[in-house]
């Protein structure tokens, strides 16, 4: 099956007097904090991701966030590759609780990341979105997110779309070469290890 560049959306709720006391309490730096995306959700591209997938994609992100590499965007890429020139926050933490991942971000003094402090401050609803690849299978009226998926960061967006929101065309095609440009050997050792822990624990 073709790997697909997907994205999910989820609403990232932030309150204008939390975000000041982070701000207070971080030495001047600004920490959110909310849900980062939900498993087993219909949502509104029509897609589902499975527990197991999703649980599995936060603990390899565990990697990425403890070498400080967890970086995302203002607004989507078209492209499975992060831009340094676009990274306006980082994930410092990631954890699934039940089917919902939640997580804390320190956001960065970029362009960009001025730019998101500036929208937080000033009350504008924003959302948060995976980025991934992987391919899909239908089931019914829905796509369910295969194995083969693998998460690659989480954007701030102007748009939620779980649930209530507009449909977003579904993504390009993401090649083999891509894929091993974005995780590097080590990442993808890192995977192989998680995998055969995880299936000690069955």
Request: glycine share 6%; hydrophobic share 35%.
């Given at each position: 099956?073709?790997?697909?560049?997907?994205?999910?959306?989820n609403?990232?709720?932030?309150?204008?007097?939390?975000?000041?006391?982070?701000?207070?309490?971080?030495?001047?730096?600004?920490?959110?904090?909310?849900?980062?995306?939900?498993?087993?959700?219909?949502?509104?591209?029509?897609?589902?991701?499975?527990?197991?997938?999703?649980?599995?994609?936060?603990?390899?992100?565990?990697?990425?966030?403890?070498?400080?590499?967890?970086?995302?965007?203002?607004?989507?890429?078209d492209?499975?590759?992060?831009?340094?020139?676009?990274?306006?926050?980082v994930?410092?933490?990631?954890?699934?609780?039940?089917?919902?991942?939640?997580?804390?971000l320190?956001?960065?003094?970029?362009?960009?990341?001025?730019?998101?402090?500036?929208?937080?401050?000033?009350?504008?609803?924003?959302?948060?979105?995976?980025r991934?690849?992987?391919?899909?299978?239908?089931?019914?009226d829905?796509?369910?997110?295969?194995?083969?998926?693998?998460?690659?960061?989480?954007?701030?967006?102007?748009?939620?779309?779980?649930?209530?929101?507009?449909?977003?065309?579904?993504?390009?095609?993401?090649?083999?070469?891509?894929?091993?440009?974005?995780?590097?050997?080590?990442?993808?050792?890192?995977?192989?290890?998680?995998?055969?822990?995880s299936?000690?624990?069955?």
């Amino acid at each position: 099956m073709a790997m697909k560049l997907l994205t999910e959306y989820n609403l990232f709720d932030v309150k204008p007097e939390e975000v000041e006391k982070s701000v207070v309490e971080n030495n001047g730096a600004m920490i959110l904090s909310g849900v980062l995306q939900k498993a087993n959700t219909l949502n509104q591209n029509g897609r589902v991701y499975p527990l197991h997938i999703l649980q599995r994609e936060v603990n390899n992100y565990q990697k990425f966030i403890i070498e400080t590499r967890a970086l995302g965007t203002l607004d989507h890429e078209d492209t499975s590759v992060i831009s340094l020139q676009k990274a306006s926050h980082v994930i410092i933490e990631a954890k699934m609780e039940n089917e919902t991942v939640y997580g804390r971000l320190k956001v960065l003094n970029t362009t960009n990341g001025k730019d998101l402090q500036a929208l937080v401050r000033d009350g504008i609803k924003l959302g948060i979105s995976s980025r991934g690849v992987g391919s899909l299978k239908k089931e019914g009226d829905h796509y369910v997110v295969q194995d083969d998926y693998q998460l690659i960061c989480f954007d701030f967006v102007s748009e939620p779309s779980t649930p209530g929101a507009f449909m977003m065309k579904e993504g390009k095609d993401i090649s083999d070469e891509e894929i091993r440009i974005l995780f590097d050997k080590t990442d993808r050792i890192s995977r192989i290890v998680n995998d055969i822990l995880s299936h000690r624990h069955i």
